[in-house]
């Protein structure tokens, strides 16, 4: 199994793209999983996050803990 992690935060104009981008490779998506990291943020991103839920696996931060850590935490799951 492949996982793609994507770490974001204020990201809300690209987020959509980069998460379509994943959804439309070649690959069965039993082989793969999408994991989105919301660093906790203030834009709209967590708005358009919530299209995708039933096909990514999104974790909505409390606190912003920096695209280190966020990466991290998305390895952990």
Do not use: H
Request: aromatic content about 10%; proline content about 0%.
């Amino acid at each position: 199994m492949i996982s793609v992690i994507i770490t974001t935060y204020n990201y809300g104009k690209y987020i959509e793209r980069a998460i379509r981008s994943c959804l439309d490779q070649s690959l069965d998506n039993s082989e793969y999983e999408i994991i989105v990291i919301n660093d906790c943020s203030t834009d709209f991103t967590e708005k358009i996050l919530e299209n995708y839920k039933s096909e990514v696996s999104v974790f909505n931060l409390e606190n912003n803990i920096g695209l280190s850590a966020a990466r991290n935490f998305g390895i952990k799951q």
